[in-house]
């Protein structure tokens, strides 16, 4: 968002006398305070900047918006060449290993900004995730994605099931789903994939990857993968995915007509659901912690600075990241506006997480979300992260489609990784 900008007398009179001081503001002005990006994230920022610039009125500000993927790969050739570089990133969790693990960002534990003194004010998960291997905080959370189970009231009722069938374990999850596609034709999930990385991720030792561990070591042929492919192959041989990808036009079609009994997904869901995805649902829809009470996160943003970015800009900079993560009010704004679920403690604690949810037939969701949240243990990303993820869902294709066994698959996994992790 581009503002008017008027440079104040004194500053052109003392360029016009000459002053360094007057100068070096001027030239500063020339240049604005940029924002990076992508949708949703960029309208809460534009959101601040009305403010930011009565506040501010020497201090011209642009927010530059991209999609998702490509806000992410602009901002992984800005950070290598240092070219084009904005004055605050917004970053997604699933891309922040790959960001945090390199020197691409500024340490704002470091004394000059001090992030260190707010790290207590966050749900634990989401600061820890932040800090690089010397445990530097790099990046502030602004808001999270507590998952959980959504599933169709009315379906299971018809199925003669209840929401324990469902959570009490990962196989009872499949065996509910069984019953479900007998009983009602509906089925489970939309893709076995979104079943193998929860079942993954909620056996990942807290303080380790959900690939790799402590030591960058892949631990793709662990327990806990063999019984993610297990189940999911279990669930494609009895025909409960309904092999449609989330946010593509089937899967929405099948949710709004009642053909998928089950949705994890972070919290946010919701409010896609009710927005546009499946607007004609509400009311049959609840939500659940996830099976075994497996506590994790989808999704998540965060703001971090450039190290190379303008130096006479990073203490604005600094400041505006501040009012986009440490504001109790904003973060609430944001959450009632766009579903962006605050990661400040502060704004969890407001009378609007006891409203019942209509859409969720009144159920008062955001307390069983705020519960999730508190709950999460830290899974450290790597800088790998995205190609692992690549990797394990090629194999499990492989076992699905082409009948490879599983052990051979984790144990191919496994040694891609090892190879590109020492590369």
Known sequence: MSTPFHLPRRHLLAAALGSAAGIAQAKAAETPLTVAAFPLVDVIAKDLLQGWVTRHPEVRTQVISRQYDDHHTAMTTALSTSGHLPDVIALETSYLGRFS?????????????????????????????ARNRDGRIVAMP?????????????????????ESDLTASWESYVEAGAQLKARTGAYLIGDVRLLKDVIVRGGTPAGEGQFFDHQQR???????????????KKVRRLG?????????????????????????SGGWMAGQMANWVAPGTAGKWRVAQLPENTFCSYGGTYYAIPRRSAPE????????????????????????????????????????????????????ARVLWRDAARRIPVVKMHRQHKFADEVVNAELDNVLEYGKPIAQALEDAQALLVHRANR
Do not use: C
């Open 101 to 129: 693990l390199g020197t691409g960002l500024e340490d704002l534990s470091a004394p000059v900004f001090g992030a260190e003194r707010f790290k207590d004010r966050f749900v634990s998960f989401a600061i820890d995730t």
């Open 142 to 162: 602004t808001d999270i994605g507590p998952g959980s189970l959504f599933y169709r009231h009315d379906l299971l009722a018809q199925a003669g099931l209840k």
């Open 218 to 232: 892949p631990q793709i042929t662990s327990a806990r993968y063999v019984r993610a492919f297990e189940l999911a």
């Open 240 to 264: 409960l995915d309904a092999r449609v990808e989330v946010w593509f036009n089937d899967w929405a079609e099948m949710l709004k007509r009642g053909r998928l009994a089950t949705e994890i």
């Open 313 to 364: 800009k990073k203490q604005l900079a600094w400041q505006l990241i501040q009012e986009l993560t440490l504001d109790r009010q904003r973060q609430l704004d944001a959450f009632r506006s766009q579903d962006a679920f605050p990661a400040l403690l502060a704004a969890q604690e407001d009378a609007f997480f006891e409203q019942p949810v209509p859409f969720l037939g009144g159920q008062p």
